[in-house]
């Protein structure tokens, strides 16, 4: 078994049929090429919440998309998940780390920069992917919450601000029962646009806002951030928060 079908989370066979006719070039019956998103995240997650680590939760949540390959990779496997080869085929990467940033090697931001800027990759940057180094290097901030994290079980009521736009079609507003808290201000460029907006309940009762989801677009590429999705709490096994990620990929990849 090839690397590549190794790392294929589902439809392995479709893919490398998809790969070999790639390879061979043009043939007739050759069926239309899938595109192909990248689930990465660092192996920190507890197992008790993500047995199979969140790449495994978001790349199951993605799985009814026509059209896409879902393949999952980890800062764990050779070549910190991302082998030119893989890298180099992906319409859109997904970006799960908390611990272990630091670890992601220079020449790996450079070329995930690259693929953005230049080639117009799709990349979505989910919770606290907002302090990973290809995140910092595509906003060009240090991306912190000035108001500081506080993981004390607040909900979240997350509000769709931008009803026409592709992210949200078919979300209505809606709650995630507890997690961690990012506080406002967030040291990134003003989004081109506020996707979701969100308001805290805190176990005392308090409430404050924080923006949950946000766009831009750097260099060819289209760049999300979803703020939810703390390791703790089953976030991305919720299914209004599948259904943003089944949103976001397409539009991160041009298609909407
Ligand atoms: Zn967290």
Redesign the pocket.
Known sequence: MSEMDRRTFIGGGVAAACATSLMLGTQADAKPQKRRVICWSEGTAPKNIYPADINHAIAEGLSPLKGWDVVTASLNDADQGLPDDLLNSASVIIWWG?MRHDDVKTELVNKLVHRVKEEGMGFIGT??AHWSRPFKALMGTPCGWTGGYNEDGSSVAVSVKAPKHPITKGIKDFVIPHT?RYTERFEAPDPEQLIFDGVYTLPNGKTEPSRQGMIWTVGKGRVFYFQPG??SYPIYFQEEVRQVFRNAVPWAAHLK
Do not use: T
């Open positions: 908390h919770h606290s961690e703390h390791e």
